[in-house]
């Protein structure tokens, strides 16, 4: 696993790869990574006449660091689906639509220490960004990725929760009938109103129908002048969320 850690320099943080051989820090330079290999978390101490301190890095700093790809589930939606799906340690959860890996990471942290995320990412290109980015995170482990497509005809697989971030996961309801466990969820994003309009004509039987939508809008924090941010991030897509109680 790779040594991922915060590096803090005059109070601002850094994503750093301990074991790379340099550390290159953009506005402040390159240096051998040894100069920081035997420095204690949470101790200050001076590199190159700064004041700097090693600290362990959070799901924040990955998501601020991926390597970009197929455009990224935002954290706003990530949040909702992880607290939906309710993924915890001993859970399995299916994910078909890998993206850059954002979510991916994000359930995998919930699935910690015994639980299980299982990606299926049918474009190679993608699988491989994500691969990337799952090393940023100390909860790789978690995660088995798969370079293919979830279809009607893939195995069965007793799951606790599935998320499709897939144009038609209707296609996939039936499927999700006979993998979820009783009690367990299906959670599909999708951009339009038209694809949940089709999403919902599929879910007969099922119970607890969502539609969410989630809105973020930060504000700025100058105490002479504490007002909105100008840009908000509006709609991103839907999240729709179902029930299974009975089979």
Known sequence: M????LLVIDNKSHLV????????IKNFGNFP????KDKKKGVEFDLFGKKGKLLLHNLSDIQKNLI?????ISPKDIAWLVYSSDVKSNDIVIEAGGGSGALTIALAQSAFPEGKV?????????????????????FSDQVELRNEELN????IISCNSIILDLPDPQELVKWAEKSLVLGGKLLCYVPTINQVENLLSSLNGWSEIDIN????????SRLEAIR???????HTGFIVSARLLNK
């Open 68 to 72: 970009r790809g197929p455009q990224i």
């Open 228 to 234: 909105p941010n100008t840009n908000i991030l509006g």
């Open 2 to 5: 790779v040594d991922w850690c």
């Open 213 to 220: 939508e989630m809105m973020h809008r930060t504000w700025q």
């Open 152 to 155: 009607g005809q893939t195995e």
């Open 17 to 24: 790869n301990l074991d790379s051989k340099i550390i290159e």
């Open 33 to 36: 990574s040894e100069f920081l």
């Open 118 to 138: 299982i990606t299926f990412e049918k474009n190679k290109k993608h699988l491989e960004i994500v691969k990337k980015n799952l090393k940023l995170s100390q």
